[in-house]
T-cell receptor, first 114, second 115 residues
Framework: KAGVTQTPRYLIKTRGQQVTLSCSPI?????VSWYQQTPGQGLQFLFE???????NKGNFPGRFSGRQFSNSRSEMNVSTLELGDSALYLC?????????????FGPGTRLTVL | AQSVTQPDIHITVSEGASLELRCNYS??????LFWYVQSPGQGLQLLLK??????LVQGIKGFEAEFKRSQSSFNLRKPSVHWSDAAEYFC?????????????FGKGTKLSVKP
């Protein structure tokens, strides 16, 4: 079974631009969560989607948004990029939501904002 | 407020030596507890988790962790470290009945292994 895939793996953008990151969960998984990882703040929860609905959202500004498609693939978008948005963005999938099950993480997308 | 503290930013051990990585949490009730490992350029891999029951939890790759409610700790141990264990380790807590997306992670402990 293929794991969680994230595309692209690396991105370089400039301030003010917007970016879209993609996550394909493990086949059959319907829950997708997004995390931001930075050296200063560590791993922080962005949002979780299940069956195309956002179930939870972390404490991030509205510039960060996401969505999930009917095939469970998810995208996250960051508008008006700031230097502080440089981070590793991790996606995780699991079979169900609403309770703790093992999350499977993707390799991440490394975003650099210049 | 809920929080997770990993007091050691960086630990170096010799190959074959024992390992203990510390994790303390602040939480209103008994949370779900996790340890993850991250190798360079990789995502997170779950090592083990504690939900309830036996407070000594066995995980993959020979790791174990012990939940101590009185100390609000969930330390990770391994009796004999291998060079391939060099990585960054993250402790995480989550709310019972909450969403698995709402995990709170510690800042991580980077493990280096000396030959």
């Amino acid at each position: 079974k293929a794991g969680v895939t994230q595309t692209p793996r690396y991105l370089i953008k400039t301030r003010g631009q917007q970016v879209t990151l993609s996550c394909s969960p493990i086949s059959g998984h319907r829950s997708v969560s997004w995390y931001q990882q930075t050296p200063g703040q560590g791993l922080q929860f962005l949002f979780e989607y299940f069956s195309e609905t956002q179930r939870n959202k972390g404490n991030f500004p509205g510039r960060f948004s996401g969505r999930q498609f009917s095939n469970s693939r998810s995208e996250m978008n960051v508008s008006t990029l700031e230097l502080g948005d440089s981070a590793l963005y991790l996606c995780a999938s699991s079979a169900v939501a609403g309770d703790y099950n093992e999350q499977f993480f993707g390799p991440g997308t490394r975003l650099t904002v210049l | 407020a809920q929080s997770v503290t990993q007091p050691d930013i960086h630990i170096t051990v010799s190959e074959g030596a024992s390992l203990e990585l510390r994790c303390n949490y602040s939480y209103g009730a008994t949370p779900y507890l996790f340890w993850y490992v991250q190798s360079p350029g990789q995502g997170l891999q779950l090592l083990l988790k504690y939900f309830s029951g036996d407070t000594l939890v066995q995980g993959i790759k020979g790791f174990e962790a012990e939940f101590k409610r009185s100390q609000s700790s969930f330390n990770l141990r391994k009796p004999s470290v291998h060079w391939s264990d060099a990585a960054e380790y993250f402790c995480a807590v989550g709310a019972r009945g909450g969403s698995q997306g709402n995990l709170i992670f510690g800042k991580g402990t980077k493990l280096s292994v000396k030959p």
